[in-house]
């Protein structure tokens, strides 16, 4: 989702809900699915740093850009 800074932000949003239910629905039935359950809460954390960094390199302030692409990767790996 490399569009905007506005797209990463609803693009988490998204992915935060559906890793609440995900992660609700794994406990309910099986705790051996919670690691994958909890993707989309990874993801949206992801989406969430590159949004960031959209916010960043539209002020041109290079200490955001680099602090929240740190994270970004990190969120990543």
């Not at 935060?16 to 809460?41: D, E, R």
């Amino acid at each position: 989702m490399c569009l905007s800074a506005e797209v990463s932000f609803a693009a988490s949003v998204f992915l935060v809900a559906g890793g609440a239910f995900t992660t609700s629905k794994a406990t309910q039935i099986n705790m051996l699915y919670l690691p994958v359950a909890l993707m989309p809460l990874f993801a949206a954390i992801q989406q969430c740093m590159k949004s960031n960094v959209w916010m960043g390199v539209n002020s041109g302030d290079p200490f955001t850009v680099w602090w929240e692409a740190k994270g970004f990767i990190f969120s990543r790996g």
